[in-house]
């Protein structure tokens, strides 16, 4: 099993920054990939980024240029920092793992972009 826990959400106006940061515990040594997810009200959840165990990125166009996914294998921890966000930003934003063809879940962090 592989819990993860989120912080680093808030309100924040557009144009600015926010950093999220997801730990995880567990059977960590099973993890690959860890990525981030947003779901906005009335919509499905998307994916936003990913970073596989050896580095290499993927971004969703709507956030490319403007987001940074990074993990620090040390203290099994992946960050997203958020710039130049925009209204459309706004969204519950989630954590996510791949371990052993099972993707487990973080509760949440609010992300709210005032205009």
């Known amino acids: 099993q592989v819990q993860l826990v989120e912080s680093g959400g808030g309100l924040v106006q557009a144009g600015g920054s926010l950093r999220l940061s997801c730990a995880a515990s567990?059977?960590?040594?099973?993890?690959?990939?860890m990525g981030w997810g947003r779901q906005a009200p009335g919509k499905q959840r998307e994916r936003v980024a990913t970073?596989?165990?050896?580095?290499?990125?993927y971004y969703a166009g709507s956030v490319k240029g403007r987001f940074t996914i990074s993990r620090d294998n040390a203290k099994n921890t992946v960050y997203l920092q958020m710039s130049s966000l925009k209204p459309e930003d706004t969204a519950v934003y989630y954590c996510?793992?791949?371990?052993?063809?099972?993707?487990?879940w973080g509760q949440g962090t609010q992300v709210t972009v005032s205009s």
């Open positions: 996510y793992a791949d371990h052993l063809n099972l993707r487990s």
């Open positions: 567990g059977t960590i040594s099973s993890i690959n990939n």
């Open positions: 970073i596989g165990s050896d580095g290499a990125t």
